[in-house]
Structures are given as C-alpha cells and as structure tokens.
C-alpha cells in the first residue's frame, strides 16, 4: 500500500468547503453596517413568514393553478421586454405589482409571499443577474408587502370582499376593497425599497423617489392595471391571456420613460450627467447671447481625490461625490444647471448671473463644501472623518466668449491656474483670458 501525495491546496480547503468559503465574499458583507443589519433582517423575516404561512395555509389545487397561471402570465411579461435594462440603485416600477397584487386579492397571504420568488428567479435568468443580495431583499420585501394587503384583503367579511366580485353593491365593496390593498401593498413595498436607498445613499431624493409626480403616476398606472387583471382572473383563470396585452404595452411604455428620465442623470451623483448638461447649457447661452442677459460658467474640481479613493476605498469617494453634488444643489438655485463633467470634476450654469456675482456664488460653494464631513465605508474607527475642498474655475459671457465651449474653455482654464497655485481657491478667467483670484 502507498500514500500518494495529495494535491497542492487539498488539506488547506476540502470541497465542501467551497460553498463556506463563497460565502464570505457575498458582496453584502461589504455594505455599510446599517444597511448590512437592515436587508438581513428583512430577508429573514420573509423566511420565518413563509414558513409560518406554509403551516397555515390550506392547499387546494384550484389556488395551485391560479398562483402558476398568474407567475407564468408575470414570466411573459417579463420575457416580452427582458431587452430593456433595468437601472440599478433605485425604486424602479416594472408593472409586476398588478400580478402581486392579484395574488394578495385571489389567494390566501402565502401565496402573496412566495411570488416574487420565482419571478425574481426567473428575471436573473432571463434579464439581468443583478446583484445577488439587491434581488433577494426585493423579493423579501415584496413578499412581505403584498402579503401584508393579502392579511388585510381577507380580514373583511365574505359580505363585503369575499373570493369573487359578485354583483350590484358586493362589486362596489369588493373593488374598493381590492384598490385599498393594492394601494397599501404598493407603499409598504416602497417603503421598504426606499428605506434601504436612504441608508445606501443617505444623498438620495427619497421624497421625489417614494412621492414625486412620476412615482406616483406610476403607482396609480399600475394599481389601475391589477384592476384589469385581477376582475377578469377573479372570474376564471382562463381568462388572464386577454389581459397580457395591455399590460405588456403598459410595462414597455413605462420602463422606457423611467429608462429617459434616467439616461438625463449620473447615477453615483444625481446631478446632470454631462452630454444634458451641455444640451440643456448650449440652449441658455444662447438665450444669453440674444437678450444680452448676463451668464457664467464655473468650473469645480475635488482636491486630491484620488488620495481619497486610495486611502479609504472607492465606496468612501462616492459617498464623497454623493455629498458634495447634494450640497450643491441645496446651495445653487432652482434654475441654475449643475452636472458632473467626468470622475471628480463638475460643472455649473449660472444664468442672470454677473462676474462680481458668479464670484460671490462660487466662494460661497467653495467655504460650505469644505465644511463637510464623510464617515468611511469602513473600519477606521468611530472617530474617522473625511474632509475634502474643491478648486473652482469660473468664466463670464464677454464679447470674447459667446458660445458655451467658449466658457467652458476659460473656466476650465481658470480651474487649472487654480489647482496648480494652491487649490482650496477661486478663480476668475479675465476677458483677457488671464485668471485672477476672486
């Protein structure tokens, strides 16, 4: 009998002990703390309300078929427009609420819970595989959701909800009902996926995310689309290929108006990224050069920021850039124009705006920007801050400069001159094209 020599590796790790070591690189360990803490927790209590709802729920297998013909009807909808690219980061509403929705109404809450299980499935494997933990706290969260409006749904009396719309008033009370769970199912969804935004990017617009016009058209679209599909399913489940149609053309007509307003904005910063920042400029200098109305342009550079990249990881420098871009647009004013022009570098419109003025303005983002403090995306300490200043160029519409590459041009020459005798300072690019300090 001989030993053989086992292979280079063998005793330091076994195969089962891949799946271990695998999951100690799940990209959720990687996450702020808060954040960490939050989507586990949401993740296992939709386990724990699975499980329970499993034990309490009472099998037949009419609900079997209509809870699969529901998920295949959600499935084709989903393959119908898997081309489109979904936006990650965000609440982004892709119409498969009228299917949980229908779900929570027709079938008993465990139903609700376990739906997005598949379609999530189904979606990685068709669509986009995303990030893994994104996927599973969306689906966590959803379940939940729309379980919660299923509780709610059979809490009423047969009298009022019951499992078919019936006729006269009882269709009157079932529909209200039905539009009252809908609509708490939605929230309690978006709460969660906004909550998780917030503590993600604590510079986030969740007001406009959970409440603006668009979020809310788009939650009254789809909470009037379950309506439609859940009446016709609620009479026969033979009855739910009529409705794809208009569903299909409603979720490719949403997502590409969500995927429009999107391509506008830099996604790390929310600001203007830099091709709508130079159309949407090109047409106020030029209002500018017609009503003779004065115009500036200012350049903003972070000092050193690669140093921050280095030293404290690139999640910390776009919690800097996050920072920095919500501070500005709090301290700009409404119609001013800000958007991110490349990595660290900014630009700003300042329409109606004089040279003393654009001076004033920039000095002004210059002092608060330096004043702001960002915690690490890591463990250095409790008392770890970073502090970051910018240097800032700017440019004013003379007979010299007209047009906006004109500006663009000066501001950016003046940002240079700037960097390059100190940083932490502003300065002015002179008609004569010589920068000077404001």
Not at 40 to 61: E, F, K, R, S, Y
Not at 257 to 272: H, I, M, P, V, Y
Not at 379 to 403: E, K, L
Request: with cysteine; hydrophobic share 50%; aromatic share 8%.
């Amino acid at each position: 009998m001989r030993i053989e020599q086992a292979p280079r590796g063998f005793l330091a790790r076994q195969p089962w002990q891949e799946p271990v070591a695998s999951v100690r690189h799940w990209g959720i360990w990687k996450l702020a703390p808060r954040l960490r803490t939050y989507l586990i927790t949401v993740d296992c209590c939709a386990a724990v309300a699975i499980a329970v709802a499993a034990t309490l729920n009472h099998w037949h297998g009419s609900d079997v078929f209509l809870f699969w013909a529901l998920v295949a009807a959600g499935a084709i909808v989903t393959e119908a427009t898997r081309k489109v690219k979904i936006p990650h980061g965000g609440v982004f509403r892709d119409m498969l609420a009228v299917w949980f929705i229908a779900a929570a109404v027709l079938l008993p809450p465990f139903y609700a819970l376990v739906m997005p299980i598949p379609l999530t499935l189904f979606r990685m494997l068709r669509t986009q595989p995303g990030v893994a933990h994104r996927r599973v706290f969306s689906a966590a969260a959803n379940g939940l959701a729309y379980a919660g409006a299923s509780v709610l749904f059979h809490s009423f009396p047969a009298s009022l909800a019951g499992h078919a719309p019936g006729t006269g008033l009882h269709v009157i009370a079932w529909t209200a009902i039905l539009g009252l769970c809908g609509a708490t199912g939605i929230s309690v969804s978006n709460a969660f996926l906004t909550t998780a935004v917030g503590l993600s990017d604590p510079a986030a617009n969740l007001r406009e995310m959970a409440f603006g016009r668009e979020a809310a058209l788009s939650d009254l679209v789809q909470l009037s689309y379950a309506f439609a599909i859940t009446l016709p399913a609620a009479i026969s489940p033979f009855l739910l290929p009529a409705t794809l149609p208009i569903v299909l053309v409603q979720r490719r007509f949403m997502m590409h108006a969500q995927l429009q307003a999107e391509a506008r904005f830099d996604s790390k910063t929310g600001l203007l990224n830099a091709a709508t920042w130079q159309q949407e400029a090109q047409i106020e200098v030029s209002r500018a050069a017609r009503t003779r109305t004065p115009l500036a342009v200012a350049m903003v550079d972070i000092d050193h920021f690669k140093l921050v990249n280095d030293t404290y990881g690139h999640l910390t420098g776009d919690a800097v850039l996050s920072a920095l871009s919500a501070s500005m647009r709090a301290l700009l004013r409404e119609y001013d124009l800000v958007g991110r022009f490349g990595g660290e570098e900014f630009c700003i419109l300042l329409p109606h705006t004089s040279e003393h003025a654009a001076g004033e303005i920039a000095e002004r983002l210059r002092e608060k920007l330096s004043q702001i403090s960002i915690t690490p995306n890591h463990d250095s300490g409790p008392d770890t801050t970073v502090r970051v200043t910018v240097s800032i160029g700017v440019a004013c519409m003379h007979q010299s400069r007209r047009d906006l590459d004109d500006l663009i041009a000066a501001a950016d020459a003046a940002l240079y001159y700037a960097k390059e005798t100190g940083r932490n300072q502003v300065k002015m690019a002179m008609d004569s094209g010589a920068p000077e300090e404001s």
